[in-house]
Nanobody, 115 residues
Framework: QVQLVESGGGLVQPGGSLRLSCAAS????????MGWYRQRPGKERELVAT???????KYDDSVKGRFTISRDNTKNTVYLEMSSLKPEDTAVYYC?????????WGQGTQVTVSS
Protein backbone atom coordinates (compact mmCIF):
# COMPACT_ATOMS: atom_id res chain seq x y z
CA GLN A 1 0.00 0.00 0.00
CA VAL A 2 1.11 3.54 -0.77
CA GLN A 3 0.03 6.70 0.95
CA LEU A 4 0.55 10.22 -0.35
CA VAL A 5 0.16 13.39 1.68
CA GLU A 6 0.22 16.81 0.06
CA SER A 7 1.01 20.05 1.80
CA GLY A 8 1.71 23.66 0.96
CA GLY A 9 -1.53 24.74 -0.62
CA GLY A 10 -3.23 27.98 0.24
CA LEU A 11 -4.22 31.41 -0.93
CA VAL A 12 -1.78 33.45 -2.99
CA GLN A 13 -2.03 36.65 -5.00
CA PRO A 14 -1.64 36.69 -8.77
CA GLY A 15 2.03 36.79 -9.66
CA GLY A 16 2.95 35.15 -6.41
CA SER A 17 4.66 31.87 -5.66
CA LEU A 18 3.85 28.72 -3.80
CA ARG A 19 5.64 25.46 -3.12
CA LEU A 20 3.76 22.20 -2.82
CA SER A 21 5.18 19.08 -1.23
CA CYS A 22 4.04 15.49 -1.31
CA ALA A 23 5.50 12.75 0.83
CA ALA A 24 4.97 9.14 -0.14
CA SER A 25 5.09 6.27 2.29
CA UNK A 26 4.50 2.56 2.24
CA UNK A 27 5.80 0.11 -0.31
CA UNK A 28 7.72 2.42 -2.62
CA UNK A 29 9.75 0.86 -5.39
CA UNK A 30 12.96 2.38 -6.64
CA UNK A 31 11.61 2.88 -10.16
CA UNK A 32 8.49 5.00 -10.26
CA UNK A 33 6.93 8.16 -11.59
CA MET A 34 5.63 10.90 -9.35
CA GLY A 35 3.57 13.78 -10.52
CA TRP A 36 1.15 16.58 -9.96
CA TYR A 37 -2.30 16.86 -11.45
CA ARG A 38 -4.91 19.49 -10.90
CA GLN A 39 -8.63 19.88 -11.22
CA ARG A 40 -9.74 23.41 -11.99
CA PRO A 41 -13.30 24.53 -11.43
CA GLY A 42 -15.54 23.10 -14.11
CA LYS A 43 -12.76 21.06 -15.70
CA GLU A 44 -11.52 17.50 -15.60
CA ARG A 45 -8.38 16.52 -13.75
CA GLU A 46 -5.36 17.25 -15.89
CA LEU A 47 -1.64 16.69 -15.91
CA VAL A 48 0.55 19.43 -14.50
CA ALA A 49 3.95 17.76 -14.39
CA THR A 50 5.60 14.41 -13.85
CA UNK A 51 9.05 13.31 -12.83
CA UNK A 52 10.61 9.88 -12.98
CA UNK A 53 12.92 8.38 -10.40
CA UNK A 54 15.72 9.27 -12.82
CA UNK A 55 14.47 12.88 -12.72
CA UNK A 56 13.19 13.05 -16.25
CA UNK A 57 10.42 15.65 -16.32
CA LYS A 58 7.36 16.49 -18.35
CA TYR A 59 5.18 19.58 -18.13
CA ASP A 60 1.88 20.68 -19.46
CA ASP A 61 2.25 23.63 -21.81
CA SER A 62 0.16 25.80 -19.53
CA VAL A 63 2.79 25.72 -16.78
CA LYS A 64 6.05 25.53 -18.69
CA GLY A 65 8.45 28.21 -17.57
CA ARG A 66 6.44 28.90 -14.43
CA PHE A 67 6.33 25.60 -12.53
CA THR A 68 9.19 23.32 -11.61
CA ILE A 69 8.82 19.75 -10.42
CA SER A 70 11.55 18.07 -8.42
CA ARG A 71 11.98 15.12 -6.10
CA ASP A 72 14.06 13.80 -3.27
CA ASN A 73 14.37 10.07 -3.75
CA THR A 74 15.80 9.50 -0.29
CA LYS A 75 12.64 10.97 1.22
CA ASN A 76 10.17 9.77 -1.43
CA THR A 77 9.01 13.33 -1.71
CA VAL A 78 7.99 15.31 -4.77
CA TYR A 79 7.78 19.08 -4.95
CA LEU A 80 6.08 21.56 -7.20
CA GLU A 81 7.46 25.08 -7.22
CA MET A 82 4.90 27.44 -8.67
CA SER A 83 5.67 31.00 -9.67
CA SER A 84 3.99 33.75 -11.65
CA LEU A 85 0.72 32.28 -10.52
CA LYS A 86 -2.44 33.17 -12.38
CA PRO A 87 -6.08 32.99 -11.34
CA GLU A 88 -6.41 30.17 -13.89
CA ASP A 89 -4.05 28.10 -11.73
CA THR A 90 -6.70 27.92 -9.04
CA ALA A 91 -7.44 24.25 -8.53
CA VAL A 92 -7.17 21.29 -6.27
CA TYR A 93 -3.71 19.88 -6.82
CA TYR A 94 -3.23 16.15 -6.50
CA CYS A 95 -0.01 14.27 -5.99
CA UNK A 96 0.43 10.91 -7.67
CA UNK A 97 2.82 7.99 -7.70
CA UNK A 98 2.81 5.35 -10.40
CA UNK A 99 4.60 2.05 -10.07
CA UNK A 100 4.01 -1.51 -11.23
CA UNK A 101 1.19 -0.36 -13.51
CA UNK A 102 -0.76 1.14 -10.63
CA UNK A 103 -1.31 4.78 -9.77
CA UNK A 104 -1.83 6.11 -6.26
CA TRP A 105 -3.33 9.48 -5.40
CA GLY A 106 -3.16 11.90 -2.54
CA GLN A 107 -6.15 13.67 -1.08
CA GLY A 108 -5.38 16.92 -2.84
CA THR A 109 -4.51 20.38 -1.65
CA GLN A 110 -6.36 23.56 -2.59
CA VAL A 111 -4.48 26.33 -4.35
CA THR A 112 -6.36 29.58 -4.78
CA VAL A 113 -4.88 32.45 -6.76
CA SER A 114 -6.83 35.59 -6.09
CA SER A 115 -6.37 39.19 -5.07
Amino acid sequence: QVQLVESGGGLVQPGGSLRLSCAASGSIFRVNVMGWYRQRPGKERELVATITSARSTKYDDSVKGRFTISRDNTKNTVYLEMSSLKPEDTAVYYCSLAQLAKTYWGQGTQVTVSS
